[in-house]
């Protein structure tokens, strides 16, 4: 049965794994999103009351 035999599978997935981490990888990782989070401003914004009537 030619499942059994290790041999083509094996090289098959070695040469896979190589493709993913020498290639594949470092164009993933070198990925930055286009809207990077800014820091959050720690003081707490001034708020006013209202001066509208409410009648």
Same mark, same amino acid.
Not at 14 to 20: A, D, N, P
Not at 27 to 53: D, G, V
């Given at each position: %049965?030619?499942?059994?035999?290790? $041999?083509?599978?094996?090289? @098959? %997935? %070695?040469?896979?794994?190589?493709?993913?981490?020498?290639?594949?990888?470092? =164009? @993933? %990782?070198?990925?930055?999103?286009?809207?990077?989070?800014?820091? =959050?401003? $720690?003081?707490?914004? =001034? $708020?006013?009351?209202?001066?509208?009537?409410?009648?």
């Amino acid at each position: %049965m030619p499942q059994l035999n290790p $041999t083509p599978w094996f090289a @098959i %997935m %070695m040469f896979s794994w190589l493709v993913l981490l020498v290639f594949l990888l470092p =164009k @993933i %990782m070198a990925h930055t999103f286009p809207n990077e989070p800014s820091s =959050k401003n $720690t003081q707490a914004p =001034k $708020t006013e009351p209202w001066a509208w009537p409410w009648h």
